[in-house]
């Protein structure tokens, strides 16, 4: 059996372009989607003309354009999905529901990979408001999928590194301070940190894997299980001196974000639930998950203290 055909939706994305590398990496035909709405977005044409150079082929389909969606569709056997589903970037989630109409007019996908890589959504049924527009929205494009028979695979690949490790786990910082540090109560609620081209290896690995059929993928590299408090230890080690700490509370936390806008709470939330409620780490997967170290253990995933060397 020869390797699927990938197409790549949302591919010059920030998960969108590393998933595209490790498509063409692991030796699949890639197709990369491209919306003649890219207008004059340069850096964007420019990407995909690198994609090109690299074995890529590039296929014009648009969401206002269903026909374009099934066309493309047809040409490959796994669509994977990588959308924006970061408020603070632009959030897209339900613009999945055309790509889903297309996959089942098409008929011929063995493999749709949603964009998801991050928290399992259907683990956060009880998360706070409004953050919790992220997981509603991305369950409403599972139960789309699952109506449809369409065979799938999700992907929780937890958090990510530049954003999570970067930042020593403070919103708002993609840089660690040499300095102090704030830290979620106590600082021992484990989170889970995983490099972002990690995280399209072990995306591209699980498209053909039968064990992964109709299963979500949990991205959970055992080094990389750390509380945050284990964080900031490895990068003193790394700097050599101990950074001055405070801490917040959770209900202080919550009452300090109340008067931010939407789009910041959306995303502070998130916040909370990793390192507050610890929603990444404080569940066993059950049998409708598999554990991508355990499944790919060949794949020489990023050590968070390996990652934080590139900031000395």
């Known amino acids: 059996m020869g390797k699927s055909k990938v ?3 949302g591919g010059t994305g920030y998960i969108g372009k590393r998933i595209v590398k490790a498509s063409l990496a692991q030796g699949h035909e890639t197709y990369v989607l491209y919306r ?3 207008g004059v977005d340069i850096e964007k044409v420019q ?15 648009s969401f206002s354009d269903h026909r374009s969606l099934v066309d493309a569709v047809k040409q490959v056997d796994v669509v994977i999905c990588t959308i924006s589903g970061v408020h603070i970037r632009s959030h897209h989630i339900l613009l999945q529901l055309k790509l889903v109409d297309a996959i089942k007019e098409a008929g011929n996908i063995k493999r749709f990979l949603p964009s998801e890589f991050g928290t399992d959504p259907a683990r956060m049924a009880d998360a706070l408001e409004p953050g919790r527009v992220t997981f509603d929205e991305k369950m409403v494009v599972r139960k789309a999928i699952q109506d449809a028979g369409i065979p799938h695979t999700y992907v929780s690949a937890n958090c990510f590194a530049g954003y999570f490790v970067g930042g020593l786990g403070q919103p708002g910082r993609v840089i660690p301070s040499r300095e102090n540090v704030c830290l979620f109560g106590d ?5 889970i940190y995983v490099e972002e081209d990690d995280i399209a290896t072990y995306t591209i690995k699980t498209i053909d894997d039968p064990r ?3 299963k979500t993928l949990y991205l959970r590299p055992p080094e990389n299980i750390l509380s945050q408090r284990e964080l900031v230890q490895m990068w003193e080690k790394l700097i050599g001196k101990e950074l001055e700490k405070t801490t917040i509370s959770a209900q202080e936390f ?12 959306v995303g502070l939330i998130h916040y909370y639930h990793v390192y507050f409620d610890g929603c990444l780490a404080n569940f066993e997967i059950g049998d409708e998950g598999k554990e991508a170290s355990q499944l790919y253990p060949e794949v020489n995933y990023t050590r968070a203290k390996d ?6």
């Open 187 to 191: 600082g021992n609620v484990k989170a």
């Open 254 to 265: 919550l009452a300090q974000i109340k008067g931010l806008d939407y789009v910041q709470q």
């Open 47 to 61: 990407m995909l003309l690198s994609f090109k150079e690299q074995g890529a082929r590039l296929i014009e389909g």
């Open 36 to 38: 003649p709405e890219i």
């Open 7 to 9: 197409l790549v939706v």
């Open 212 to 214: 992964t059929l109709n």
């Open 307 to 312: 990652y934080l060397k590139r900031y000395l």
